[in-house]
């Protein structure tokens, strides 16, 4: 079945660092979509790409999707303590007859100010 | 004010007794999900369901089940089948359609000791 792989799973940065976290997936996606989840909360949306080659940019955030609509990125720029959480992606399935997406086991970052 | 809401927050249960989680939106969305996380862990998907009275197992389906009586609620009932049942359990739900984005609720944590 399809699967969705996520690196790293943690990463500790400076505030002021930049970070990437890469979202992999086992078969060719639909669309993707980027969600956070802060400590203790719950998932937030970020983003949703859908075209091959897809960058999109929200301040210091970069999503990118992959040519082949099989992997995708999120790279944050200059990164401040409130970017600490859990970053997942989720797969949507080639399939649109099924509302079912699939996420990637999530990257926990950490910012030390 | 609009949203999805998951009572309660949290949850304690001696282990072989049934227990309900309750999950409401006033979105007027069609697609529900309930999805399981576990400490360190991505999201996995326990149930869905695409539209009133209809709804499919997931992933992870063993152990538990859920109705969709009505468009608002997606209760999920945890039963004494389920092995491992103590985790954060997640509703989510979105218009219906593929390439919108999922709206969470809260979370309920529930312990079974």
């Known amino acids: 079945g399809q699967q969705v792989m996520q690196i790293p799973q943690y990463q500790h940065v400076q505030e002021g660092e930049d970070f990437t976290t890469y979202c992999n997936s086992s078969?060719?996606?639909?669309?993707i979509q980027w969600y956070k989840q802060r400590p203790g909360g719950h998932p937030v949306f970020l983003i949703q790409?859908?075209?091959?080659?897809e960058v999109k940019k929200q301040k210091r955030l970069t999503f990118q999707f992959g040519e082949a609509k099989k992997n995708s990125s999120l790279h944050i720029t200059a990164t401040q303590t409130t970017d600490v959480g859990t970053y997942f992606c989720?797969?949507?399935?080639?399939?649109?007859?099924?509302?079912?997406?699939?996420f990637g086991t999530g990257t926990r970052l950490k910012v030390l100010a | 004010d609009g949203g999805i809401t998951q009572s309660p927050k949290y949850l304690f249960r001696k282990e072989g007794q049934n227990v309900t989680l309750s999950c409401e939106q006033n979105?007027?969305?069609?697609?529900m999900y309930w999805y399981r996380q576990d400490p360190g862990q991505g999201l996995r998907l326990i149930y869905y369901?695409?539209?009133?009275?209809?709804?499919q197992k997931g992933d992870i389906a063993e152990g538990y089940s859920v109705s969709r009586e009505k468009k608002e609620s997606f209760p999920l009932t945890v039963t004494s089948a389920q092995k491992n049942p103590t985790a954060f359990y997640l509703c989510?739900?979105?218009?219906?359609?593929?390439?919108?984005?999922?709206?969470f609720g809260p979370g309920t944590r529930l312990t079974v000791t």
């Open positions: 989510a739900s979105s218009p219906g359609q593929l390439f919108y984005e999922q709206y």
């Open positions: 078969t060719t996606l639909s669309n």
């Open positions: 790409l859908v075209k091959s080659g």
């Open positions: 989720a797969g949507g399935p080639r399939d649109s007859g099924t509302y079912k997406y699939i």
């Open positions: 979105l007027n969305h069609d697609a």
């Open positions: 369901s695409q539209i009133v009275n209809d709804f």
